[in-house]
C-alpha cells in the first residue's frame, strides 16, 4: 500500500475529537475528508474545512458546494484540471454548530488534524502551499516554527472560493470574479514553471536521441572543430 493511502486510511479512523466524530454519523460521506488530487502536484490548496453541502457528502474537498464550483471554474479558465492539483483542509472533519451549519474549527481540533496536514505535506513535497483563506493560513504560519516541513516551503495566501462567491458577489462573468482569477492564476504560475523545465529537458533529451541515432551528426561537428583548429 501506498504511503499516501496509508495515511488516507489512518485519518478515516480518527477518534481524536469527540465532538467531530459523533458529527461523522450524522453526514452523508461519514468519515474524515482526506485531500485529493495529484500526489506530484507543485501545489498545495489548503482550505480550512470541509462544508455541509460540498465535501460532507461527497468526501472530495472542494467538490459538490457552489464554493467549490466556483473553484473549478477558475481551475477550467486557467486551463488547469483540478485532478493535476492537489486540495485538502487543515481540518478534516466537517465543524458544525448547534443548528447543524458550518462553523469555523477550534484550536484544539486544528491542532489535533494538522498532524495529518503536515504527513500529506510530506508526502506531496510541493513547491508553494496556496492558503485558501486566513483561518489555513494563520494556523499554517503559526504551526511553521514546529514542523521543517512547513518551513522550508513557500506559504502564501489568497481569499476563500466561498468568500469571493457568496460574499462578495464574485461569480463568473462579473469583475471580483475576474480579479479572483487573476491572483489564483498568480499563484499557481508554479504550473508554467514547472512546464517550462519540462520542455527544456524534453528539448535535451531529443537532442540526445538524435546524437544516438545520427553517425553523421558527430561527423559534421568534428569536421567543424577541425574547420576551427585549422584556422
Known amino acids: ?75 477550467s479558465e486557467i486551463g488547469l484540471d483540478r485532478e493535476k492539483v492537489y486540495i485538502t483542509n487543515i481540518v478534516k472533519c466537517l465543524p458544525k454548530n448547534s443548528k447543524g451549519n458550518n462553523r469555523k474549527p477550534s484550536n484544539y481540533e486544528i491542532n489535533q488534524c494538522i498532524k495529518y496536514l503536515v504527513q500529506e505535506i510530506d508526502l506531496i513535497k510541493p513547491k508553494r502551499i496556496i492558503c485558501l483563506g486566513k483561518t489555513a493560513y494563520d494556523n499554517i504560519i503559526d504551526k511553521s516554527s514546529w514542523y521543517p516541513t512547513l518551513r522550508e516551503t513557500e506559504i502564501i495566501r489568497i481569499d476563500h472560493p466561498s468568500y469571493i462567491y457568496n460574499y462578495q458577489g464574485g461569480k463568473p462573468g462579473t469583475t471580483r470574479a475576474s480579479q479572483y482569477l487573476e491572483e489564483l492564476t498568480k499563484a499557481l504560475t508554479i504550473y508554467e514553471l514547472k512546464t517550462e523545465e519540462k520542455e527544456a529537458f524534453n528539448d535535451l533529451f531529443r537532442l540526445f536521441e538524435k546524437i544516438a541515432r545520427d553517425d553523421s551528426y558527430w561527423e559534421d561537428n568534428l569536421n567543424l572543430e577541425d574547420e576551427k583548429i585549422e584556422g
Open 1 to 75: 500500500m501506498h504511503r499516501w493511502e496509508e495515511l488516507k486510511a489512518k485519518c478515516e479512523k480518527c477518534q481524536r475529537c469527540p465532538k467531530l466524530v459523533r458529527s461523522r454519523k450524522t453526514e452523508e460521506w461519514g468519515k474524515p475528508v482526506f485531500g485529493y488530487g495529484a500526489l506530484d502536484s507543485p501545489v498545495i490548496l489548503i482550505g480550512e474545512a470541509p462544508g455541509r453541502l460540498g465535501a460532507g457528502r461527497t468526501g472530495i474537498p472542494f467538490k459538490g458546494d457552489k464554493s467549490g464550483d466556483f473553484l473549478d471554474w477558475c481551475l
